[in-house]
């Protein structure tokens, strides 16, 4: 076994680069960060990190390497404790308002401030000079792309060309925009298309986080005349943070509010929520729960912002949040009465994870994804059932035994860790050499 894990392992690390664009990660970034953060610190061979720059493809040694992730981490803040995110302050205004209250916005941010992320980044990896070109990387390596950013783009992978020795492994995490566009924006249609033409091209073995997941990408792979593809399904784990003791915290134990978590698209179906909180409000009156809307707007996302924000009976009971660090949103979704994700379609679902680790139930519309993700442990509601969320959001806000039964059993659950998970993804590598 240790000869053969001493396979060196290149990391693609443009979504790294990209970091700095954002103030806080999203999931794929987290999970990203704990790919490189993991063949950095644990492979047993040798590792490192390839970049597209304007001088070429660069190689950034281990040590390099290691220094990126933590100052990415820095960066976005993840390393911080809870209780310092100015965010969750706001949060804890809004829950404790009886009017009005704007609060602060971390995701927007102006241009100077992106550059000065940037600049911290790049002074912690000192790039280009003294990094070795991609000609010099070890000979076998296996290429590892997560991040998904420059797979769409031939400029960025064409060094595989001239490098036959390199076996590539793609992790893709879904084929909605090719089995819903509807969903998708068409620039985003195009990008996925190119990102699985490439895949196809190129792949030596794929990895997908879930068994709906792996069917969508192997019929697609199939259609495209590579259905020899070694295909590694593995459930992604959650950050480490949401495995750790929860700390009580009185502020937000006192309110009884809701956590909605992901980017404000068409997709992801906030409008169905807008309707049930209207009937929460309409029934129950300032008693009604809130409901936190954490993410940012992504295609179609300013108009889901304008219906979120221009609901005068919701003016009191949605609060907007970006800019969360993980500490953060653990926090807010651990004392939270449920975690909601009505999606239209997924093709994973890391916010369910991390809700049932830290024994908070959640409500997810019925889908293929959410189930292979949560089990028996959700409650599970067809995305345009209005009266179904309405009934399971009562349901979880009162003191009956349907809502104790729920709570029991989610405290049964136990997630995938990294460990387990690494240790089936170097397994999967190994039979590549």
């Given at each position: ?12 690390m ?47 040694e ?5 220094k ?41 941010t ?7 992320r940037?600049?911290d ?26 991040g ?23 992790m ?8 819903n ?42 259609a ?55 009937e ?11 409901l ?23 003016e ?14 653990r926090r ?10 009505p ?5 994973y ?31 599970y ?5 209005g ?6 959001v009562?349901t ?8 104790a ?22 397994h ?6």
């Open positions: 076994m240790g000869v053969v894990l001493s396979v060196p392992v290149a990391y693609d443009v979504r790294m680069f990209a970091g700095p664009l954002v103030p806080t990660p999203r999931g794929i970034d987290r999970v990203d960060l704990g790919y490189a953060r993991h063949f950095a610190e644990s492979w047993r061979g040798d590792c490192g990190g390839t970049l597209p720059t304007p001088w070429g493809i660069v190689w950034f281990r040590g390099r390497l290691l990126l992730i933590d100052r990415l981490e820095d960066i976005w803040s993840e390393s911080r404790a809870s209780q310092e995110d100015t965010g969750l302050d706001d949060i804890k205004m809004r829950l404790a308002a009886n009017r009005p209250l704007t609060a602060r916005r971390r995701g927007k102006n241009v100077g401030e992106k550059a000065r940037f600049a980044l790049f002074s912690a990896g000192g790039l280009p000079r003294g990094l070795r070109r991609l000609s010099a990387a070890p000979q076998n390596s296996i290429y590892v792309n997560i998904h950013v420059g797979l769409a783009f031939p400029w960025f992978l064409a060094w595989l060309q001239r490098r036959p020795d390199v076996k590539p492994v793609f893709l995490h879904d084929m909605i925009p090719l089995e566009p509807e969903w998708v924006s068409d620039s985003g249609l195009h990008h996925h298309r190119h990102m699985t033409a490439n895949a196809a091209r190129y792949a030596a073995a794929l990895i997908t986080t879930s068994p709906s997941a792996r069917d969508s990408v192997t019929r697609e792979m199939r495209r005349g590579r259905d020899d593809i070694p295909v590694a399904t593995v459930p992604l784990p959650v950050a480490p943070i949401f495995l750790e003791p929860g700390q009580p915290d009185q502020e937000l134990a006192a309110h009884n509010y809701f956590v909605v978590c992901g980017a404000l698209e068409p997709r992801k179906n906030h409008a169905l929520l807008v309707y049930v909180w209207r929460l409000v309409r029934r129950h009156g300032p008693q009604a729960p809130k936190v809307v954490v993410g940012s707007p992504a295609w179609g996302g300013e108009a889901i912002l304008h219906f979120l924000t221009r609901c005068r009976d919701l009191n009971h949605i609060i907007l949040a970006r800019g969360l660090s993980s500490p953060a949103l807010l979704v651990s004392h939270a009465k449920g975690l909601l994700m999606s239209h379609a997924e093709g679902g890391l916010p369910l994870i991390e809700a049932l680790c830290v024994g908070t139930p959640v409500i997810a519309s019925d889908l293929p994804a959410h189930r292979d993700v949560a089990g028996d442990y959700a409650l509601r067809h995305p345009m059932d009266l179904g969320w309405l009934a399971a009562e979880l806000t009162s003191d009956t035994d349907e809502s039964a729920v709570r029991r059993r989610i405290s049964s659950y136990r997630p995938p860790t990294w460990p387990d998970y690494f240790s089936k993804i170097e999967f590598l190994r039979t590549l050499s």
